[in-house]
């Protein structure tokens, strides 16, 4: 039992910063890693970045937000972030926050109720 709620979503200029948070509470003590998504209107949801949950706090990026977007988490507050910078048209979409939870042999994804972010200008 994993729950997962978003905040920091908004409106931005084009050029612009926003931060995102997640905050998982529950079975948090399972989670293998935790990772941020979006879907734009009429496209995939498709994935942002994602990092481990356990030491070395391993992550990966889709190649359309790297160099721009950072993960990280503070595993003291159980809260993963998303800093966004260099934002653009392309990056407007609800994003989702999502954890992996393993129970004997199966993985299981949950996910948060989303976020919107617009880029405006």
């Known amino acids: 039992q994993v729950q997962l709620v978003e905040s920091g979503g908004g409106l931005v200029q084009a050029g612009g910063s926003l931060s995102l948070s997640c905050a998982a509470s529950?079975?948090?003590?399972?989670?293998?890693?935790m990772s941020w998504h979006r879907q734009a209107p009429g496209k995939q949801r498709d994935l942002v970045a994602a990092?481990?949950?356990?030491?070395?706090?391993?992550?990966n990026y889709a190649d359309s937000v790297k160099g721009r977007f950072t993960i990280s988490r503070d595993n003291a507050k159980n809260t993963v972030y998303l800093q966004m910078n260099s934002l653009n048209s392309e990056d407007t979409a609800v994003y989702y926050c999502?954890?992996?939870?393993?129970?004997?042999?199966?993985?299981?994804?949950?996910w948060g109720q989303g976020t919107q972010v617009t880029i405006s200008s």
């Open positions: 999502n954890a992996v939870r393993t129970v004997g042999a199966v993985n299981l994804d949950y």
């Open positions: 529950g079975s948090i003590h399972s989670i293998n890693a």
């Open positions: 990092i481990t949950s356990g030491s070395g706090g391993s992550t």
